[in-house]
């Protein structure tokens, strides 16, 4: 079964989920996988496998179970070309995520970034912290 809504979940909620699942993160990311088409591109897949790499994260979770972790999305969520790009964060290195909405004609962004939240809105796409996902 094909799920006909898209979303796109920002690496910070993909990474509360991982390491504490029960989150409210968490719980988003498991309804997204659940009820949604989970969106990704190279280059938010390359973002999440640097970031899990940082030396912070050794004591909370296993290097192989990070592994695990990317293995998993990776087989879940539908990785997308980004021929169109996109400008309105005052973030740049937010706006992976906003060219991912808009090039997989998404219908939801779920981040905990104030500077995407900040938005609300881009081209007609709700940005929600994971809280308002969860609830909606």
Same mark, same amino acid.
């Given at each position: 079964m094909m799920n006909s809504q898209r979303i796109v979940v920002d690496n910070n909620v993909l990474i509360s989920r991982l390491l504490i699942p029960a989150s409210v993160p968490g719980q988003a990311v498991c309804t997204a996988v659940d009820t949604a088409q989970l969106l990704i591109s190279d #280059?938010? *897949? #390359?973002? *999440? $496998? #640097? $970031?899990?790499?940082?030396?912070?994260?050794d004591p909370s979770i296993t290097i192989r179970d990070r592994q695990k972790f990317v293995l998993l999305l990776g087989r879940v969520a539908e990785r997308m070309v980004i021929p169109q790009t996109a400008r309105a964060c005052r973030d740049p290195k937010d706006n992976m995520l906003l060219e991912l909405a808009i090039n997989g004609r998404t219908d939801w962004v779920v981040t905990g970034d104030r500077d995407l939240l900040a938005l609300g809105i881009f081209q007609g796409i709700p940005i929600l912290t994971p809280a308002r996902y969860v609830a909606s």
């Open positions: #280059a938010t *897949l #390359a973002e *999440l $496998v #640097a $970031v899990l790499a940082r030396p912070k994260f």
